[in-house]
Structure formats: C-alpha cells, structure tokens
C-alpha cells in the first residue's frame, strides 16, 4: 500500500525565514506527486505536480523538488500569509486516486 | 471560470440517519472524485465517478455510495450513519482521460457533524 509521510508535523517561522518541508513517499510505479496548500475549514488549492526525480517547479516563494523517494517544498522568506497547512499525495501509475500525507501546519509570525 | 461548487456548506445530522451531499465540477472537467478529512488527517479516497461509473473505490463500507449526473455532477449519500462519519466531506473534478495523470481541484467542501 502506498505510503506518504510528511514532516515535520508543525513548522513555527519568523517572516523572512526560510525553511524546507518533506514528504517522504513509497509507492509503485509513480506517476505524480502533488503539493497542496490548505487554510483551515477550507478545501486544499492546487501547488504543483512533479513527474519524475529532478524535476523542480516554483511559484511566488515557493519551489518543489522530486526524488525516487521524497519531494521537498521549499519556502523562501516567508511571509504571514504563507501560513496553511501543506499536504503532499501521491499517484500511482494504475490509480485514480490521490494518497495524501498528514500535512505539515505552517505559521509565519510577523 | 467557475470552480468546485459543493452544497451544502455544514449539515448535521443524528446516528442512522441518511445525507446526501452535492457537488459541481470544474468548467471543462469531466470526472468528480470524493474524499474524507478527519481533523488534523489528510484526504481519504473514497471514490470516482466518470462517465457516469464509478470507476475506483477506496477502502469504504457500501454505505457510502455516489451517482454522477449526464452534466457531470455528482452527489454522494451516506446511509446509517456513525459518529465517525463526522468529517469534511471533499470534491475534486479532474479531466478522466485514462492513463494521464491530471490534477485535482478541490470545493470548498461540506462540514458534516454526526451527533
């Protein structure tokens, strides 16, 4: 069975801190990866998908990279606004569906 | 550019009875796909519908059932439910094409409270 674990559960960082959160993954037969930003009592908003190892893809102050076995999000100066819970999920090659991590909750304090 | 739409917002209900939630995909998407979030879980599949099929089903009981519509929404109903089903119910619509993988986008989502 397919398995997404991300850490660490809880990031607490100043505005302008960077930081970096995994996602650690086993799966068979990967077809993407997924980065979502999720705010509380809301539905998860679309980040990224990577494809295969090596891939990076950026948006604003964020970049996700891939490796056959973990994806980093990495958040560069952080601002208040950038504090959400990120999930991570996984797609199999023969699947439909997307297998989500625990999420890592995010705050930036001003 | 319309994006998920789910009703309703929050439901409760009482231990047995039956709710149906409901859901619009995104212009353009063709393939609604359902999930559970506990607090503090990540999404749990609990099932597709494309083409009007259900076409993979996570690991719930047959009281969760679905139905996809000729315009492509969807509802999904709960029977006999339990105080685990306490839960935010999530949509997502995708493009179906098999064998390519599309991104998911998510509604809002329907808060249901089990008492």
């Known amino acids: ?110 | 550019d319309a994006g998920v739409t789910q009703s309703p917002t929050h439901l409760i209900k009482t231990r047995g009875q039956q709710v149906t939630l409901r859901c619009s995909p995104k212009s353009g998407h063709d393939t609604v796909s359902w999930y559970q979030q506990a607090l503090g879980q990540g999404p749990q599949f609990i099932f597709q519908y494309y083409e009007e099929e259900e076409r993979q089903r996570g690991n719930f009981p047959d009281r969760f059932s679905g139905h996809q519509f000729p315009n492509y929404s969807s509802e999904l109903n709960v029977n006999a439910l339990l105080l685990g089903d306490s839960a935010l119910y999530l949509c997502a619509s995708s493009l179906g094409l098999a064998g390519v993988s599309y991104e998911q986008y998510f509604g809002p989502g329907t808060r249901l409270t089990v008492t």
């Open chain 1, 1 to 110: 069975e397919d398995q997404v674990t991300q850490s660490p559960e809880a990031l607490r960082l100043q505005e302008g801190e960077s930081s970096s959160l995994n996602c650690s993954y086993t799966v068979s037969g990967l077809r993407g990866l997924f980065w979502y930003r999720q705010d509380p009592g809301k539905g998860p908003e679309f980040l990224f998908t990577l494809y295969s190892a090596g891939e990076e893809k950026e948006k604003e102050r964020l970049k996700a990279t891939l490796t056959k076995k973990e994806s980093f999000l990495h958040i560069t100066a952080p601002k208040p606004e950038d504090s959400a819970t990120y999930l991570c999920a996984v797609q199999r090659g023969s699947d439909y569906k997307l297998s989500f991590g625990a999420g890592t909750t995010v705050t930036v304090r001003a």
